[in-house]
């Protein structure tokens, strides 16, 4: 079945780095999303990704639809320490059953002030 | 405001004991969705609902149950056949004549004793 692969799994950095985060699948996806799930919370929506090649912005961050559209990026500029929290992927199903999605394992992200 | 709601924050029960774990929505959405987590590990789909009265298994549905008697609530029972019943449990919801993403619930972590 499709599976959403993230890595690294988890991140130790400095505030003020910059960080790169990857999902990848074998099978394609039409839409790629981003979420962030602060410690304790459900995950928020963060990036939404239509078309493949697609590139968009929400502040700091910037997330990629890979060409292949197999594969996703987000990467997060000058971090600070709020910015901690597990980072996932996720899509669509390739039956879109009902808006079932599919989420990616997780990269967590830690930040040293 | 528009939203899930999920409650209570933390619930504990004795083993042995079914507990059912509340969540409603004031989104208008049509379908809703329960995930499970656990510490390190990503979301696992429980149940999930298109539509009122309907509803279909996830990837892990032994020993829970559901109903959606009203399209705003989509209440999560965990009985007692669940082996392992602690985790953080998640509702979602979506807009099945819209976009794809989910919005997510403040989650319910559930400790059995």
């Known amino acids: 079945g499709q599976q959403l692969n993230q890595s690294p799994q988890s991140m130790f950095i400095q505030e003020g780095e910059d960080v790169s985060m990857n999902c990848t699948s074998s099978s394609i996806f039409n839409t790629w999303l981003w979420y962030k799930q602060d410690p304790g919370e459900g995950p928020v929506l963060l990036i939404a990704l239509y078309k493949a090649g697609e590139l968009t912005s929400n502040g700091r961050l910037t997330a990629q639809f890979g060409i292949t559209r197999k594969d996703s990026f987000l990467n997060i500029s000058a971090s600070i320490p709020s910015d901690v929290g597990i980072y996932f992927c996720?899509?669509?199903?390739?039956?879109?059953?009902?808006?079932?999605?599919?989420f990616g394992q997780g990269t967590e992200l830690s930040v040293k002030p | 405001d528009g939203g899930i709601t999920q409650s209570p924050k933390y619930l504990f029960r004795k083993e042995g004991q079914n507990v059912t774990l509340s969540c409603e929505q004031n989104l208008n959405h049509d379908a809703m969705y329960w995930y499970r987590q656990d510490p390190g590990q990503g979301l696992r789909l429980i149940y999930y609902s298109q539509i009122v009265n309907d509803f279909q298994k996830g990837d892990i549905a032994e020993g829970y149950s559901v109903s959606r008697e009203k399209k705003e609530s989509f209440p999560l029972t965990v009985t007692s056949a669940q082996k392992n019943p602690t985790a953080f449990y998640l509702c979602?919801?979506?807009?099945?004549?819209?976009?794809?993403?989910?919005?997510f619930g403040p989650g319910t972590r559930l400790t059995v004793l």
């Open positions: 979602a919801s979506s807009n099945s004549g819209g976009p794809l993403f989910q919005f």
């Open positions: 996720a899509g669509p199903t390739i039956y879109n059953q009902g808006g079932k999605l599919i």
